[in-house]
């Protein structure tokens, strides 16, 4: 009977301590992904001292922005690829800034408006040309644009309609490409007048 007792209690004692041993590993396991995801949700804050006043920054996940900076690369990109002014130096520096954000098409079609004269045309006439961007559309990782570029001659105002497409692929960020965003297969499909307005020549 003693023995029977001294074996009950002994099998008690050993699932008595079976049970706290994973009982304390269920909590262990519970409070270190409990205290991982505070760490987590730490490292996302970020303060800024503004005057000895902290105010508090949450940092975003990279993606989630990524499409607002597809829009500013582009609009970046046509920016410097239409706004041009009656100086050689400018129009080099221009295409020189222009060329980072985009592949061979862009380099082809720079050089195909060179051959044609395009940019000696600038020159001559004093034209100073500036784009206005109506909208840019996003569809994952292709874009369309929308804009007006303004040609103001000596003779005349010409407004234009440029419509433009391509794709966009993420590369690693430079000083010339902050982004981090290359515009490849980029092609004009309109590029017509909307109006042109005589000037007065006296």
Not at 150 to 168: H, N, P
Request: hydrophobic share 40%.
């Amino acid at each position: 009977m003693i023995i029977k007792n001294i074996e009950s209690k002994i099998r008690l004692a050993t699932i008595l301590s079976i049970g706290s041993f994973l009982t304390s590993i269920i909590i262990c396991g519970f409070v270190s992904a409990y205290a991982y995801q505070q760490v987590a949700n730490a490292r996302q804050s970020i303060y800024i001292l503004d005057n000895d006043i902290p105010i508090l920054a949450k940092q975003t996940n990279m993606q989630m922005n990524r499409p607002a900076e597809y829009k500013a690369a582009v609009d970046l990109f046509h920016s410097l690829f239409f706004n041009l002014a009656p100086d050689d130096k400018h129009i080099e520096y221009q295409m020189e800034k222009a060329m980072y954000f985009v592949d061979e098409t862009g380099v082809g079609q720079y050089n195909n408006l060179k051959e044609k004269g395009y940019f000696n045309s600038i020159l001559s006439s004093s034209s100073v040309l500036s784009i206005q961007t109506d909208s840019i559309v996003i569809d994952q990782n292709r874009f369309r644009y929308y804009g007006k570029q303004k040609i103001d001659r000596r003779s005349a105002t010409i407004t234009r309609s440029i419509v433009t497409e391509g794709d966009l692929i993420d590369i690693p960020r430079s000083e010339n490409n902050s982004h981090g965003v290359l515009i490849t297969n980029w092609k004009t499909i309109e590029n017509k007048d909307l109006s042109n307005v005589s000037k007065n020549t006296f």
